[in-house]
């Protein structure tokens, strides 16, 4: 419950300066400055958008289809918002410790497609419905090379349970499996243990190199997933007006203006999860200059709470920085070059990192 | 074979790709660095001015501006005090955005800051910068650089009416007192006359008078003339002639003719359209002028519109002035015989111009003949160039009606 | 307990509602969404069964993938012309009888059964055992179904493209 309430709270107020950045940073790639006036340096301008979305009156098309068009937001907005359900915020702190917590995260995810096909097709309109069409399309396929990588993950970790694959990455491993061991790079055969250096060496990306392609390819179809550019077909501004969404406003428009940024917030937190240690510290422990346990808390204790929420929405907000750099840095892709990346690219690379990955496991023990 | 190719091709893709993402990333990140500053303004004549900056280029506007040259040919300011309501800028107008209320007074009302006197209330002087074009051709003409561009380019307002800019600065009480003083005047001259009953003489009197006006007001203006170059450059249509005006004038010291000059330039859209006009028209306007130039101009003013122009024109004829006008027209001769000055001058200055300038100068010289009528006319009496212009204006006046009807 | 007790029926009842619009609807798509809806449900009460895995795997194939295909195939046949896409209703009388028949054996069969008397019932579960035994017997005892099955799909997607590529022979870039 207090998950609960901690992330509505808190994905609430990120969306709010989320938006905020993404203005400032494409306004700095831009030689520009931004929002200026409202608040100092233009902070409170999205609180003040914010306000005049919720004021705002509700248009549904008459031509819609209501008993479709009225609900989708909100469906859009649930599907994302369960996928916090599972999330480790830290190493005592999570809504549901399920342990087929990544696997129900990729499935309810997958619902907010629904969402979209309503929205689109219940808007009656053929921006709506298009948008809505190409968004299916390219979350279906991105789903793939999504998927095979949280498998790798999976594969490495020998567990769906995000905390424990959290754990794993971490300097306390030990306290819930006293007899684990980890590697430097994995490999047990070089004998450097790493179990307790912690810091980067443990993390996924470096406990088998591999990940360092796998958090690539999770990264770009992550950003697909979340309908960011440069795969933002299903919004394409310049050619479908607002895709899915072209007919919504006021707080239905807001509802789902917050169910991309949360989406992005919500690959971002899985992308740290499996790839970048999660909720511990990027400093390792060398020799006697304790770094990673100086930087993060033990688990249970306040620091360790404290510590493990820092270092997790720090990581995540970087992801969620650098999503918004790469938007405002490459051109949106065509539906063919988004559908090659995706199956030909994407796809064959994931399935052989998949192969490797389970090679790679072999080594480790 | 192929299907090497088509491998290589994909690898080769794939390459491309990295590369060509990591240029895109590191050009963003450089300029999120460089975001940091804001880009200093440069002039044109700067070094480094075609340099690559990368900082924020946005200036915050209200709060911060960029320097604009002071020479800036933004907003039109008039200098009332120094206006003598020539009503040439009105004239220039390509868009008419001047609109001007002539009241003659019955004498002197004063000097410009340059010397020129003063003989016409300004009863209304207003400047739509929402119709203006920023041509500064009004500036050019105006003889006593009253009317200036300023550097100010910010007079966005929240009522499109407060583009119209006023600037005579009559209150409603004098206009009406002065409209007074000259109907009573004008009464007095009338009885005058019709004691006399000898109208040449007056009108030579006033044609007399005005030329040395007109020639008094040149001196003034020729020294400013050198100073005020900019003016010359922004006369697109004759700067030759002026330059080469300048010096002869100096040199000769024959003042009239560089004032001369300017104006017939300037008036040579009026010569263009005289002719397509009937010669019995421009008879009668021209006839229907000169009464007014004696009697009515106060009436002129204040009926004011170019518009009604045929029908005062009419009106006038109508009244008794025709009668009189004739006895004019020849009076309006010795006119004529300014005419040959004009040329005069005009072969002086070719002498001393370059031979290249003497060339335009025979294309200019049929208009300026048939100008001369009117130019004499309008420079004999500074009241007379609204005259003139009216049959000029005539082509533009017609769709001016409408507009003005519909305005009203 | 009793919040359990509510999040069961909630969504028994959304099960049982959405299938039930289904049966009424006339409207394709709207059955369609019905269904989404409908394995929601039966994907909640799953995992009050404690088949976790059995319900995610419901929700990402299902919902995720079959059904939006379904919607998705829907709105692709669907003529824009306006008109919305209907069904008519065929033999009400036979299909009511039919229907309350094998609700009645159902009532029946559950009553009869006395399922918790039944010996694996209340018996402890562990999620852990549940999900690691699931993945050994799957790839020991089950092997040769599981990778039957993976060779199915992998004939089925062959024949796909074999299908959906033929209809563009003629541009040479098209593969």
């Known amino acids: 419950m207090y998950a609960f309430l901690f992330f509505l709270i808190f994905l609430l107020i990120y969306t709010v300066f989320a938006v905020y950045a993404e203005r400032k940073i494409s306004a700095f790639i831009q030689d520009r400055y931004g929002p200026m006036e409202t608040g100092y340096y233009g902070l409170l301008q999205t609180v003040a958008d914010l306000l005049k979305l919720i004021q705002k009156e509700d248009i549904v098309p008459f031509k819609a289809d209501k008993k479709l068009f009225k609900p989708a937001p909100v469906i859009i907005f649930l599907a994302v918002f369960a996928g916090f359900a599972v999330l480790p915020l830290t190493s005592d702190f999570a809504g549901s410790s399920a342990q087929i917590g990544i696997f129900y995260l990729l499935a309810i995810v997958s619902l907010d497609v629904v969402g979209i096909l309503m929205a689109g097709w219940g808007s009656n309109s053929k921006y709506a419905l298009w948008g809505a069409m190409r968004s299916v399309a390219q979350i279906i396929s991105y789903e793939i090379p999504l998927g095979l990588m949280v498998v790798c993950v999976v594969m490495i970790s020998q567990t769906l349970n995000l905390q424990e694959i959290t754990y794993q990455q971490s300097i306390w491993w030990n306290q819930i499996n006293p007899e684990a061991e980890n590697y430097l790079f994995g490999i047990k055969a070089l004998g450097i243990e790493t179990t307790n250096v912690g810091g980067i060496l443990t993390w996924n990306i470096l406990r088998s190199p591999l990940m360092l392609i796998g958090f690539v390819i999770f990264f770009i179809s992550s950003l697909a997933e979340s309908n960011r550019a440069p795969f933002d077909i299903p919004e394409a501004e310049s050619e479908l007006v607002g895709g899915f969404h072209t007919e919504y406003s006021g707080f239905r428009w807001a509802l789902i203006m917050l169910s991309e940024y949360g989406m992005m917030l919500l690959v971002s937190f899985l992308a740290v999860i499996l790839f970048l240690g999660g909720w511990n510290s990027f400093l390792p422990n060398i020799g006697s200059v304790k770094l990673a346990e100086w930087t993060s808390g033990e688990p249970g204790t306040l620091a360790g709470h404290l510590w493990g929420a820092f270092w997790m929405i720090s990581k995540a907000l970087f992801l969620v920085a650098v999503q918004m750099w790469v938007r405002w840095t490459y051109p949106r892709l065509r539906l063919d070059q988004l559908m090659n990346l995706s199956w030909k690219y994407l796809t064959p690379a994931s399935i052989l990192l998949v192969l490797l990955s389970a090679v790679w496991r072999l080594l480790m023990i | 074979m192929e299907a090497a190719d088509d491998m290589k091709g994909y690898w080769r893709n794939i390459r491309t790709a990295v590369d060509t993402l990591k240029t895109g990333l590191k050009v963003t990140a450089k300029h999120m660095k460089d975001a940091r500053t804001q880009r200093t303004a440069i002039v044109p004549e700067a070094d480094n001015y075609f340099e690559k900056q990368n900082a924020i280029f946005t200036v915050q506007y209200p709060k911060e501006k960029l320097p604009v040259p002071d020479h800036g040919r933004y907003k039109l300011h008039n200098e009332i005090d120094d206006c003598i309501v020539c009503d040439k800028c009105a004239k220039v107008c390509p868009v008419d955005c001047i609109d001007i209320i002539p009241l003659r007074a019955v004498e002197e009302i004063g000097k410009t800051s340059d010397g020129t006197p003063r003989r016409i209330y300004a009863e209304k002087f207003n400047i739509d910068m929402a119709k203006c074009c920023f041509c500064g051709l009004c500036t050019t003409v105006c003889p006593t650089e009253c009317l200036t561009m300023t550097d100010e380019y910010d007079f966005s307002a929240y009522d499109f009416e407060e583009h119209n800019v006023p600037f005579a600065n009559m209150t409603p009480l004098e206009i009406l007192q002065k409209k007074k003083e000259l109907e009573e005047f004008n009464k007095q001259k009338e009885a005058a006359k019709a004691l006399k009953r000898e109208e040449v003489v007056p009108e030579e009197k006033a044609a007399s008078g005005a030329k040395p006006k007109v020639g008094a007001a040149k001196p003034a203006f020729k020294p400013r003339v050198p100073g005020a170059k900019p003016k010359v450059v922004g006369k697109p249509q004759i700067p030759a002639k002026k330059e080469g005006e300048e010096p002869s004038g100096e040199e000769s010291q024959s003042k009239p003719k560089p004032v001369f000059k300017p104006r017939v330039p300037g008036a040579k859209p009026k010569v263009v359209v005289k002719p397509e006009m009937s010669p019995g028209k421009a008879a009668e306007e021209e006839s229907g002028q000169e009464p007014k130039s004696k009697p009515k101009p106060v009436v002129r003013p204040k009926v004011q519109p170019k518009k009604q122009e045929s029908e005062e024109s009419n009106e006038t004829s109508d009244k008794a002035p025709r009668p009189v006008i004739k006895p004019k027209v020849p009076g309006a001769k010795p006119k004529v015989v300014v005419k040959p000055k004009v040329p005069t001058k005009k072969v002086a200055e070719e002498p001393k111009e370059q031979e290249a300038k003497s060339k335009p100068r025979p294309v200019m010289k049929p208009k300026v003949q048939q100008k001369k009528d009117e130019a004499n006319q309008s420079e004999s009496k500074t009241e007379l160039p609204k005259k003139a212009a009216r049959p000029v204006i005539k082509p533009k006046i017609k769709p001016k009606n409408t507009d003005s009807d519909k305005e009203e | ?175």
């Not at chain 3, 919040?3 to 394709?28: D, H, P």
């Open chain 3, 1 to 175: 307990m009793e919040l359990e007790a509510i999040l069961f029926y909630f969504f028994a009842g959304i099960t049982a509602f959405s299938v039930l619009f289904i049966a009424v609807t006339r409207n394709i798509l709207y059955a369609a969404f019905a269904l989404i809806l409908t394995f929601i449900g039966v994907a909640g009460l799953f995992v009050f069964m404690g088949a976790e895995f059995i319900a995610i795997t419901q929700i990402l194939v299902y919902v995720g993938g079959i059904l939006v295909l379904l919607v998705f195939g829907i709105m692709l046949t669907h003529r824009l012309k306006g008109q919305k896409l209907k069904t008519d209703r065929y033999q009400m009388l036979f299909g009511f009888l039919i229907s309350a028949g094998i609700f009645g054996l159902f009532i029946q069969s559950i009553h009869s059964g006395a399922f918790s008397n039944l010996p694996w019932v209340d018996q402890e579960y562990s999620q852990e055992v549940e999900l690691k035994s699931f993945g050994l017997s799957l790839m020991t005892d089950y092997v040769l179904a599981f990778e039957v099955i993976g060779i199915l799909l992998l004939v089925a997607l062959i024949g796909a493209v074999r299908i959906a590529g033929n209809a563009r022979k003629e541009g040479t870039d098209a593969a």
